[in-house]
């Protein structure tokens, strides 16, 4: 018997995630915001600069490999961190590609943790950890509802239902059509005596 705490919680339960989704699309399109328009973010030295910020880190990263690889072109690398942030949080937002964003966020989120925030003490003090596992959720279930993904598979499905209830009707249409009470083959059967009286003996 359905009840009204029953679908409360039901209609709950479906959307579970909005919130943890809402909340890691605004602040991943707040911080790519906040990197691309700080010209001192992006730049390869001086106060605040992504290359100072990567030459304080490099002996407590980590994997310092990455931050050596990274120093090559520091301004390049702050871009597409910044870049990258801002299009996982619009698709987070939007819930458009939700899984791949997802995975996107959480890349991003391992790479700074394994370099800028690995010598955080004690551990949860450091977001980046706590950002790469929040993305895992959307990861795996993706956006199921109040997202473009659910709703281009509700087109998808609709498409597909109206293409299955069609093809029996066309394959009727197509069929042989006879007069009522005649067979199909019967004007054939009759031309053909006709054609064998006139030539016969």
């Known amino acids: ?53 990567m030459e304080a880190v490099r002996d407590a990263a980590g994997v310092p490999g990455l931050i050596d690889l990274s120093m090559t072109s520091p301004v390049g690398i702050g871009l597409a961190i910044a870049v990258g942030e801002l299009a996982v949080g619009l ?10 964003a997802a995975l996107g966020g959480a890349l991003i989120s391992l790479s700074l943790w394994l370099t800028m925030s ?22 795996l279930a993706g956006a199921p509802t109040l997202s473009l993904d659910a709703l281009l598979h ?27 009470g005649t067979s199909p083959g019967g004007s054939g059967r009759r031309a053909r005596g006709r054609a064998r009286a006139r030539v016969g003996p």
Do not use: C
């Open 1 to 53: 018997m359905n009840t009204p705490s029953a679908g409360l919680r039901a209609r709950a339960s479906e959307h579970a995630l909005l919130p943890l989704r809402l909340f890691l699309g605004v602040t991943f399109v707040y911080a790519g915001l906040d990197k691309l328009t700080d010209p001192a973010f992006l730049s390869a030295t001086g106060d605040g600069s992504i290359g100072q910020q």
């Open 154 to 180: 509700r087109r998808r499905g609709a498409t597909g239902r109206g293409r299955a209830a069609s093809g029996p009707a066309s394959g009727r249409a197509a069929g042989p059509a006879s007069t009522p």
């Open 118 to 139: 690995w010598s955080t003490t004690p551990y949860y003090f450091g977001a980046d950890l706590i950002y790469l596992l929040a993305w895992t959720p959307l990861i």
């Open 91 to 100: 698709g987070a937002l939007a819930g458009l590609l939700t899984r791949i």
